[in-house]
């Protein structure tokens, strides 16, 4: 379903009348496209409270971003660590300019790993408060911190370092209105390697629905592969996607197609000409099937394995809704939905496993919601199965890590798809707006999300849900 209230801020008149009528005007979202060289382009400024352990790490990986001019603030105690970093990496780095009020900033990211307690949290308000107002549409702020719960004997850190969260999403709240994000990284003390596909995602366009998320980046013993690289992360790796004939599952095949996985593309047989036409486009391989029926997940198993040898990317995208209060719900919309959105997928996982199916280093990424998060009226079967997804990636994440393998989840808000064109009009209307970047996601976003969890660049990412939605005003 189209977005007539999009379309309207097309024209200058549209824009002039809601402008007037006091409605919100969404940003036009930047995402990416493949003749962007650079992962972020324009001025960052980088910054860190004494003491952060980021500062190579930060530096590093924006030294990639040939776009990205780097700038320090002149008044960081932090600072030396950061010129130092730029100067390892040789990377150029100039104090920012505090004449230039116009200066404006694409990024602005702060380590925030070196606050050991509740008065250091001033250090926040002192590199964002001159600055905030001056970030770019579709910016991005990015905070990193230590995980509180890795900080058992240090409550007064603990408490502060668990406060970044209010921070952060407060902020993203703040600057919503221009398309941009502000997100929190949590990064183990031993772990900061693995945080650089965590950073190259969030500050790029690549992430332009996802804001206001906490992620966690732990240790992993893959310290990267041979011959990995940042335009095609999922070169000579086999995904596997399910319900892929169409919406979101065909986006995130399109994805991991583009970022080089041999795509196989699954559907149920009445989908078999769309599945085919996905499949055909991206050179994958089609492959109909139902994933409830009984030999499903043997099926699936033995096809990875005679055809490819296994498997590296497994991602549980088919689902469905049948909506009706508890009151009113049949049996048959209740044990439907749970046993595609979840039990199916428990069993394909258990399938995949025993038939030692996923190779070293596999990813299994999840499509839960924020129905899964929240609940929703009308959605006690959908909403259970969705949290139940998060349950799985939960349970699984310490099990699967003793093989190098990592499962995480993706919940998406109100993403333009057949499923939300068929919800009723207001309801309809109302998940657009409800979020700070005031419209609903593309298919898209969700599928960048998949393809960042799926790289081999993120083993330090496992057991995390993130949420796809805008910040969705409903729920956390
Ligand atoms: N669209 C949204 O706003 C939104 C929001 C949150 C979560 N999601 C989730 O995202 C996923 C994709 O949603 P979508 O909007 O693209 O929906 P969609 O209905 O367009 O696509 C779902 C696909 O799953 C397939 N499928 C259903 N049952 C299957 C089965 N038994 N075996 C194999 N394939 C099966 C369908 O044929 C369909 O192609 C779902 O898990 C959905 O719950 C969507």
Redesign the pocket.
Known sequence: MADIYQSLLNSNLGKTLLNAANLPVPAELERHNQSQTSFISGNVLVGAAPGGRLSEVIIRTLSDAKGAHLQYPDASSARDEIVKAAEKAGTQITPIDANAEAARFKGLIFDATGIENTSQLRALYDFFHPVVKKIQESGRIVVIGLPPESLKNAPAQHIAQRALEGFTRSVAKEVGKKGATCQLVYVTRTAEKQAESTLRFLLSPKSAFVSAQVLRVGKAKADGEEGFNWTQPLKGKVALV????????AAIAEVMARDGAKVVA???P??KEDLQKVADRLGGVAFP????DAQAPAAIAEKLKAEFGGVDIIVH?????RDKTLAGMPEHFWDMVIN??LS?EERINDALLSAEAIRAGGRIVC?????GVAGNFGQTN?ATS?AGVIGMVDAYAPILAKNEITINAV??????????AAMPMVMREAGRRLNSLKQ??Q?VD?AEAIAYFASPASAGLNGNTIRVCGQNLIGA
């Open positions: 399910t319900g892929a004939s169409r919406g979101i599952g699954l559907d149920v009445a989908a099937l139902d994933i409830t995208n088919a689902g469905v809704t595609i959105n199916a499509v839960s919601s924020m129905s959908y969705k919940a998406p808000g109100f993403i333009e798809t057949a499923m939300t609903g996601g298919p969700v």
